[in-house]
Every structure is written in structure tokens, then in C-alpha cells.
């Protein structure tokens, strides 16, 4: 029996979530400052969620993955435009010029490619906890 060869190359997505928790450790710095940034305290908090959930040994809980969706639509605007939400006030005080704006789109960029990696909303349950 042969394998097929596209799965020959494929990485397991337990590999994919230690790419994931790998990411946010050593970019929390710059995960932090661009939430603030986009979504106040709010941010914050979000930011807090992931990196106390990625550090539990035994898989992100749902809590966990639904922060990780959250920071990524905090990261690339999704709702700025919506202002009952509020990153929009938050949005409106940054200058598009400020050189914060391109590492903030790198970090997006970055962030996303991870997350898509770990395929999180696919992740089997023995991988996934529930929230505590």
C-alpha cells in the first residue's frame, strides 16, 4: 500500500499548535503592544487568554480558540468600521503613516499564517479541552 505523496509532506497538527504556542511566546511582546494598541484593554485581555491557554500541556481549550479568532480579527481590522464594537475608537487615533502600522500588518500576516497552520477549529478532541 503506497501513501499518497501530498500527505507525505504534510505536518501533523500537533506540530502545527507547537508552531502556534512557539509563535505567540515569542512574539507576545509585539501581540501585547498591538492589541493595546487596536483594542485597548480589551486587547489585553485577549492577549492574556491565549498565552495562559497555549501554556496549558493538555490543548487550547474552546476559550482559548475562540481568543486566538478574536486577536486575529483585532490584528486585521475586521471591525473597525462597526462602531458599536471597540476597536474603532481605537482605530481612529492611529496615524496610517506611523511605522507601527507595517509591523502590526507583518505581525497580522504572521499570526494568521500560524493560526491557519494549526487548523484549530479542526483539531481532533483529544487535542481540545473544554474551558474551565
Known amino acids: 500500500m503506497f501513501e499518497d505523496p501530498r500527505h507525505q509532506f504534510r505536518r501533523p497538527r500537533h506540530d502545527a499548535l507547537s508552531d502556534l504556542r512557539q509563535f505567540v511566546e515569542q512574539h507576545s511582546a509585539g501581540l501585547y503592544d498591538a492589541a493595546a494598541l487596536l483594542a485597548g484593554r480589551r486587547g489585553i485581555s485577549i492577549v492574556d487568554r491565549i498565552v495562559d491557554g497555549l ?6 481549550s474552546r476559550r482559548t480558540i475562540a481568543a486566538l479568532h478574536d486577536l486575529r480579527d483585532v490584528l486585521s481590522l475586521e471591525h473597525v468600521d462597526n462602531f458599536d464594537r471597540p476597536e474603532a475608537p481605537y482605530f481612529a487615533t492611529i496615524d496610517p503613516n506611523e511605522p507601527v502600522v ?17 487548523d484549530l477549529d479542526h483539531l481532533p478532541a483529544s487535542l481540545t479541552r473544554s474551558a474551565a
Open 102 to 118: 507595517e509591523d502590526i500588518c507583518l505581525l497580522c500576516d504572521q499570526f494568521s499564517e500560524a493560526l491557519e497552520k494549526a
Open 55 to 60: 501554556a496549558e500541556s493538555d490543548g487550547p
